[in-house]
């Protein structure tokens, strides 16, 4: 009986030990935003983007698609106790190559400050090649890199912030 009881207790801490072991190695799922940062406060930030792909004609074309574009913010804007130094969020969209880009970025209460970095690319640029003796026009393309500056803006919540850029090579 006794023998009876000491295995029934044995199987009890062990059973408990488990228990306990399983609820330890639960892992919480964390956001990989520093803490401190309320993502349901933010602001939409969409534009057309445009470059001169195409010589042949006299308009500006949409930027090829996935024409990226990043969103530089700093993160001490969003806390009192500004302990981040130098670290920065950095969003990613890109160019739809048909209407332009979006993208919601998180903002504080008073607006935050924030780089949008258009990235360069390059591009086989259409033009026309004229023979000097006949007069003849040829169809040809040449690789182009274009190129944009990054512009500092700011962004306040719920705002709908509309950056209308060209690249330019």
Known sequence: MMVLLKQKSIFKTAVFLMLLLSIGACKKDEQSTPIGIDLSKSALVKGIVKAELDLTNEEMEFAPRVTKILFQIDANQFTNQPSFSNNFLIYETEVDG????????????????????????????????????????????????????????????????????????
């Open 98 to 169: 048909v209407v332009g880009y979006q993208i919601s970025i998180p903002v504080n209460e008073e607006g935050v400050n924030f780089t949008l970095i258009p990235q360069d690319f390059e591009y086989k640029q259409l033009y026309y090649l004229i023979d000097p003796y006949t007069g003849d026009t040829t169809t040809k393309n040449r690789r182009v890199v274009y190129k944009q500056n990054s512009i500092d803006l700011q962004a306040i919540k719920d705002e709908i912030k509309i950056i209308d850029f060209n690249f330019t090579y």
